[in-house]
């Protein structure tokens, strides 16, 4: 059977949406869907950006090649003068980790936000015109979650004017930074400031790494990769490195100076602004992989869903054809959600970045007051969606049963590729744990202060501690409105509840550290009630297209109804859910899911991913599935010879029981 591209053909044909219009609302404008599009297909088109091999490379063939498509990339950039915008969307298309990551999305924005005038002045142009190339060197061997236990010391030295970076331990030692074990010349070190004996905090220092000339480490610097990553390909085009640094000299200015000031004498001046804007790239870097999640998770979705309509199994009647594996209940309970998700997760995204523009803005006028809120969303958010998206690429291998496990259904890559960013920009829990702090105090305050923002909420705590849902049919759960107190009830509980049970403790550290998991659960409950609320919000906007606006409205009812079902304990602890009701929302669900499967090839085509992006057999446009995956297993350059090597030797003398005289 090989009836793939009908299968697919036929699909397209069942959608009741416009699709363009749907890929218009999926990019966020008209703009941005002709940018990405044309940026896309620039990269599909260049045989110098394939990829589909490059989970068979060795090491160092596969970082050369990367090193390639990065100059590549910057004469393309050069040439054709792209934006910063068109630049960054290469990147992403080119979808391969790289040093310039590290450039344009840590170095870079770590001058911006802690330099002075002078630093920004004096690096932004060498970086942004690539005359340096920076990494984010914090993390260290034996600290990465808790930054104030980090051991780099910075001590001035007052006769030359001068910071000395050295490492005094082996845990000292910086690892993980990527772009640092073979390429960057410059990096940004986190260190604990010391003046005159005194510790002062951790700090960010701009230190020159390689000579500029023959790319040599500096005098008193060891560096090396740490090793290889998770799966083939993946991450390890990325030389995440190792450094020591013995006694190794910087000037003082270069010191990022916005946060705090060490003078020509060796004073600390700590100035108005706040010391957590020390940790604003990382700000920054959670917003723009909340961001990504929904790239990602599109990806993996598209793959799934289209094998799904291919892929055909049992049901055969009268010799006709099998039924397709998506028209499975249990296919579109796992699959559907995860495409709402992947749509819930791309508005949420870019709520997200309308947020981080406007602190930043906020910042740079020295207003520091929505602050907290920032670190809160970004922290929460990023644990959210990067949970969710790797739990869903998993998800997706397993939709596309065994066929998912070849690397050419291009899904282990994306998830060995993927994985990480559960850990990186903060480890998932240590980020839900942050939102506790924030969801604490907010409880806490509840009685004298209005909350803002997106606990903004919790104002009507009263209602929504004592009120019940009214939901009587299942119809009645299709009611943006129902939905969102839902959400609000149970977090408010939840948090309450919480705070009810800290205040037993004396010491309110060792109460957050004995309630640590409830308050993860609470943590979780508030960022869901900040997904569902954005996606609400989105589609009260106007939203053109024929039939556009009611699939997103079924998308949104899926992802919030699902949430719901895999949460119900939840919902029936808090009491505000009757089991009736939330019975009577799984009925719901059931109906929604038919409501998704004849769009269900539409609504990933609207993600408009080229099959250089999925690199996916699976996922091929086309939907010609099986003669590509003949056709590729027969490439597979294992396959260029019948007779293996070491068949010879080792097997042979076994079929003639002539082992104990060979020599192995
Ligand atoms: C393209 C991208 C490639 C990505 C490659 C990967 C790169 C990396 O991974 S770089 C390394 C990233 N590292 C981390 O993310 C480390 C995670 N750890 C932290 O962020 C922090 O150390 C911490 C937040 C977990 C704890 O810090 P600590 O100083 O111990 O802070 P407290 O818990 O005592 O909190 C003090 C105070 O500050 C607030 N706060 C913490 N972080 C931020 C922030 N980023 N922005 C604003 N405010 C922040 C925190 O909420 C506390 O506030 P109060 O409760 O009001 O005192
Ligand atoms: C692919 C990759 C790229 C990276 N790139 C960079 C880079 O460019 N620059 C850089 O500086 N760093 C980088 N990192 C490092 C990364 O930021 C850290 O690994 C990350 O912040 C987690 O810190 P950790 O490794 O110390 O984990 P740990 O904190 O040691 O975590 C181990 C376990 O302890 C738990 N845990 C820790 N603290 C607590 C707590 N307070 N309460 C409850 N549980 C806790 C965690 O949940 C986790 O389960 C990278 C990491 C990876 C994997």
Same mark, same amino acid.
């Given at each position: 059977?090989?009836?793939?591209?009908?299968?697919?053909?036929?699909?397209?044909?069942?959608?009741?949406?416009?699709?363009?219009?749907?890929?218009?609302?999926?990019?966020?404008?008209?703009?941005?869907?002709?940018?990405?599009?044309?940026?896309?297909?620039?990269?599909?088109?260049?045989?110098?950006?394939?990829?589909?091999?490059?989970?068979?490379?060795?090491?160092?063939?596969?970082?050369?090649?990367?090193?390639?498509?990065?100059?590549?990339?910057?004469?393309?950039?050069?040439?054709?003068?792209?934006?910063?915008?068109?630049?960054?969307?290469?990147?992403?298309?080119?979808?391969?980790?790289? #040093?310039?990551?590290?450039?344009?999305?840590?170095?870079?924005?770590?001058?911006?936000?802690?330099?002075?005038?002078?630093?920004?002045?004096?690096?932004?142009?060498?970086?942004?015109?690539?005359?340096?190339?920076?990494?984010?060197?914090?993390?260290?061997?034996?600290?990465?979650?808790?930054?104030?236990?980090?051991?780099?010391?910075?001590?001035?030295?007052?006769?030359?004017?001068?910071?000395?970076?050295?490492?005094?331990?082996?845990?000292?030692?910086?690892?993980?930074?990527?772009?640092?074990?073979?390429?960057?010349?410059?990096?940004?070190?986190?260190?604990?400031?010391?003046?005159?004996?005194?510790?002062?905090?951790?700090?960010?220092?701009?230190?020159?790494?390689?000579?500029?000339?023959?790319?040599?480490?500096?005098?008193?610097?060891?560096?090396?990769?740490?090793?290889?990553?998770?799966?083939?390909?993946? #991450?390890?085009?990325?030389?995440?490195?190792?450094?020591?640094?013995?006694?190794?000299?910087?000037?003082?200015?270069?010191?990022?100076?916005?946060?705090?000031?060490?003078?020509?004498?060796?004073?600390?001046?700590?100035?108005?602004?706040?010391?957590?804007?020390?940790?604003?790239?990382?700000?920054?870097?959670?917003?723009?992989?909340?961001?990504?999640?929904?790239?990602?998770?599109?990806?993996?979705?598209?793959?799934?869903?289209?094998?799904?309509?291919?892929?055909?199994?049992?049901?055969?009647?009268?010799?006709?054809?099998?039924?397709?594996?998506?028209?499975?209940?249990?296919?579109?309970?796992?699959?559907?959600?995860?495409?709402?998700?992947?749509?819930?997760?791309?508005?949420?995204?870019?709520?997200?970045?309308?947020?981080?523009?406007?602190?930043?803005?906020?910042?740079?006028?020295?207003?520091?007051?929505?602050?907290?809120?920032?670190?809160?969303?970004?922290?929460?958010?990023?644990?959210?969606?990067?949970?969710?998206?790797?739990?869903?690429?998993?998800?997706?291998?397993?939709?596309?049963?065994?066929?998912?496990?070849?690397?050419?259904?291009?899904?282990?890559?994306?998830?060995?590729?993927?994985?990480?960013?559960?850990?990186?920009?903060?480890?998932?829990?240590?980020?839900?744990?942050?939102?506790?702090?924030?969801?604490?105090?907010?409880?806490?305050?509840?009685?004298?202060?209005?909350?803002?923002?997106?606990?903004?909420?919790?104002?009507?705590?009263?209602?929504?501690?004592?009120?019940?849902?009214?939901?009587?049919?299942?119809?009645?759960?299709?009611?943006?409105?129902?939905?969102?107190?839902?959400?609000?009830?149970?977090?408010?509980?939840?948090?309450?509840?919480?705070?009810?049970?800290?205040?037993?403790?004396?010491?309110?550290?060792?109460?957050?550290?004995?309630?640590?998991?409830?308050?993860?659960?609470?943590?979780?409950?508030?960022?869901?009630?900040?997904?569902?609320?954005?996606?609400?919000?989105?589609?009260?906007?106007?939203?053109?297209?024929?039939?556009?606006?009611?699939?997103?409205?079924?998308?949104?009812?899926?992802?919030?109804?699902?949430?719901?079902?895999?949460?119900?304990?939840?919902?029936?602890?808090?009491?505000?859910?009757?089991?009736?009701?939330?019975?009577?929302?799984?009925?719901?669900?059931?109906?929604?899911?038919?409501?998704?499967?004849?769009?269900?090839?539409?609504?990933?085509?609207?993600?408009?991913?080229?099959?250089?992006?999925?690199?996916?057999?699976?996922?091929? #446009?086309?939907?010609?599935?099986?003669?590509?995956?003949?056709?590729?297993?027969?490439?597979?350059?294992?396959?260029?010879?019948?007779?293996?090597?070491?068949?010879?030797?080792?097997?042979?003398?076994?079929?003639?029981?002539?082992?104990?005289?060979?020599?192995?």
């Amino acid at each position: 059977m090989e009836g793939g591209v009908d299968y697919l053909i036929d699909e397209r044909k069942k959608a009741q949406f416009d699709v363009e219009a749907m890929k218009v609302a999926w990019a966020g404008s008209r703009q941005a869907f002709e940018l990405s599009d044309r940026i896309a297909k620039l990269v599909a088109n260049d045989p110098i950006f394939e990829k589909f091999s490059r989970p068979m490379l060795g090491r160092k063939e596969l970082f050369k090649n990367s090193l390639r498509k990065v100059a590549h990339a910057w004469k393309l950039i050069i040439d054709l003068r792209l934006s910063e915008e068109e630049a960054k969307l290469l990147r992403h298309y080119i979808d391969e980790p790289a #040093y310039t990551d590290l450039q344009w999305e840590m170095f870079i924005p770590a001058i911006e936000g802690q330099g002075t005038e002078e630093q920004k002045r004096k690096w932004l142009p060498l970086a942004r015109k690539m005359q340096v190339i920076g990494s984010y060197a914090q993390t260290e061997l034996g600290h990465g979650s808790n930054v104030q236990g980090l051991e780099t010391t910075a001590t001035f030295d007052p006769q030359t004017d001068e910071f000395v970076i050295h490492s005094p331990t082996l845990t000292s030692s910086k690892w993980w930074p990527g772009g640092t074990a073979k390429v960057s010349t410059h990096a940004i070190v986190y260190a604990r400031l010391i003046l005159d004996g005194q510790f002062h905090g951790v700090h960010g220092f701009i230190v020159q790494l390689r000579n500029l000339e023959n790319h040599t480490p500096l005098p008193g610097i060891t560096v090396g990769d740490i090793g290889m990553k998770f799966g083939n390909g993946a #991450y390890n085009t990325m030389d995440n490195g190792v450094i020591r640094f013995n006694h190794v000299h910087i000037p003082r200015n270069q010191m990022l100076m916005r946060v705090s000031q060490v003078t020509r004498e060796g004073k600390f001046v700590q100035s108005d602004v706040p010391r957590q804007l020390l940790y604003g790239t990382m700000v920054y870097v959670r917003q723009k992989i909340v961001a990504d999640a929904s790239k990602a998770l599109s990806r993996a979705v598209c793959i799934a869903t289209r094998y799904s309509a291919v892929r055909r199994q049992f049901g055969s009647r009268n010799g006709g054809p099998e039924i397709q594996v998506i028209d499975y209940k249990t296919q579109q309970s796992r699959l559907f959600p995860l495409l709402a998700s992947a749509y819930a997760f791309r508005f949420v995204g870019e709520w997200l970045k309308w947020l981080y523009t406007d602190v930043k803005q906020r910042l740079e006028a020295n207003d520091f007051s929505t602050l907290p809120e920032a670190h809160a969303c970004t922290a929460g958010l990023k644990s959210l969606t990067t949970s969710a998206t790797a739990d869903g690429i998993e998800e997706c291998r397993k939709l596309c049963g065994g066929h998912g496990y070849l690397v050419s259904s291009g899904i282990p890559e994306l998830f060995a590729t993927y994985v990480p960013a559960c850990t990186f920009e903060g480890d998932n829990v240590v980020m839900m744990l942050q939102v506790a702090r924030f969801l604490v105090k907010t409880v806490s305050e509840l009685g004298y202060k209005q909350p803002v923002g997106t606990t903004a909420y919790m104002r009507r705590v009263t209602a929504l501690m004592q009120s019940n849902c009214a939901v009587r049919t299942a119809e009645e759960w299709l009611n943006p409105g129902v939905v969102v107190e839902a959400f609000e009830a149970r977090s408010t509980r939840m948090a309450v509840a919480c705070g009810q049970r800290l205040a037993k403790f004396e010491n309110p550290e060792e109460g957050f550290a004995e309630l640590s998991a409830d308050l993860v659960e609470a943590s979780l409950a508030h960022c869901q009630v900040i997904v569902v609320s954005k996606f609400v919000e989105k589609l009260q906007q106007e939203i053109p297209g024929k039939g556009v606006k009611r699939l997103l409205e079924v998308l949104f009812y899926v992802y919030a109804l699902f949430l719901l079902h895999k949460h119900q304990g939840d919902f029936l602890a808090t009491g505000y859910l009757t089991p009736k009701q939330a019975s009577l929302a799984n009925d719901q669900l059931r109906i929604l899911y038919s409501k998704v499967r004849p769009n269900a090839i539409a609504l990933v085509d609207s993600f408009n991913h080229t099959d250089h992006l999925l690199s996916s057999i699976l996922g091929r #446009y086309d939907g010609n599935v099986y003669p590509k995956l003949y056709e590729a297993a027969f490439n597979d350059p294992f396959n260029d010879s019948d007779i293996a090597d070491g068949i010879h030797q080792y097997v042979q003398p076994m079929l003639r029981q002539e082992l104990h005289s060979a020599k192995l």
